[in-house]
DNA sequence: TAAGTTTTGTACCAATTGGTACATTAACAT
DNA sequence: ATGTTAATGTACCAATTGGTACAAAACTTA
């Protein structure tokens, strides 16, 4: 793949969604404007439709890397630490976010259903899919943990799946609304308690 | 009040802002745009400008209006059905509204944090504000329920409220991200029990 | 050096945004 | 009829949006 001819590329792509993602996932799709997203991709307008067609597009194409590299992150965790904590990370991390930042990221997923869903039909489809394969996915890793006794929740494994994500969020939502220290903890603990 | 000199007012500025504020719930703030609120309003942008005089204030008004309703609502149900089904019925009019519409509004402090918040720094203040008053009140009433043994959780009142509203919150964003009945069904139930 | 490919630079586009200025008209009281 | 206030109509504004067209430059292999 060496000896092409011409100029060689200078990014690599996948690198450069992945910068985009970031941008997106912080700013939401709206919020992100091309020139935002050109500066955060360190990308000039032309290379970004040469490479990317759309806005839309490349949102598209970061989504879908979200979620593989949460499926990884959450896979690998979940491999040296137990599912449990893999899964109460997400929570952790969202509190360490907020702790640092003062705001919070949340789920790319489930802000691009709030922000998109209805609004862009080219990408609500794929959000609907995405979405459905993530609770899929916890579904299984959930159902896992309870066959070997490391969740005990006699609960559905789908129905623990939907309820974590559910607190998840709303834990994301009133974080974001300016919860106090208290309120935010209480929640916390009931995910924690969710996943016993 | 009657006799003023002058022509008078066509139209009542409160049930403009409610106009308004119907619109800003359905489409957020960013969605609605000026000529979006001036066709749901009924009136012209000069006579706009002269009542309001910005898409920022007229949002603060329609907030405003909004939280003053809500309360309005829960405290008269509260009285004739008691607080339980007065705070289920928020879940239940979600439930309703998407079965409906096919889509679903949520609660309009909450969106709006999640929409506004550290964007228009002069509305965040606000939001803040009422999201505080809003929490305030549902520990009132959650906290003169367990006084008359209506709710029986152990709970502290105020951590009852929180709960309440993330599982709500999350309630809706999952049903927008397309989760499947089951899903919502238990997450609503979890609700139920919450109040118990 | 020439050919092929990538990246950049520049200029432009139509549409939409929230907002302003101001003249005109409509409805009332005196 | 006149003054006063409310509402409308029209025209305009600068800024931002995502996107296109195309020429020029940079970098490679042959």
Redesign the pocket.
């Known amino acids: 793949m ?10 690599d792509n996948d690198t450069v969604i992945d910068l985009a993602m970031q941008y997106f996932w912080e700013h939401g799709y ?1 919020n ?5 997203l050109l500066s955060a991709m ?6 970004f ?3 990317f ?4 597009n490349l949102f598209s194409l970061a989504l879908d890397l979200y979620r593989k590299n949460l499926f990884h992150i959450i896979r690998d965790t979940a491999k040296k630490y137990g599912v449990k904590k893999a899964l109460f990370s997400l929570v952790d991390e969202s509190l360490e976010d907020f702790k640092n930042t003062g705001t919070i990221k949340g789920c790319l997923l489930v802000n691009s259903a709030n922000e998109c869903y209805r609004k862009y039909t080219d990408l609500s489809s794929q959000i609907n899919l995405e979405f459905k394969t993530f609770i899929e996915f916890l579904t299984q890793i959930i159902q896992k943990a309870k066959d070997k006794n490391e969740i005990k929740n006699h609960l559905d494994s789908k129905l623990i799946a939907s309820r974590f994500l559910a607190y998840l969020t709303g834990l994301t939502l009133i974080m974001k609304a300016g919860a106090d220290e208290k309120s935010i903890s209480s929640v916390s603990d009931s995910i924690n308690e969710l996943l016993d």
């Open positions: 060496r000896n092409t001819i011409g100029r060689p590329k200078s990014f709206d992100s404007s091309l020139e935002d360190s990308i000039k307008k032309s290379s439709y040469a490479n067609k759309s806005k839309e």
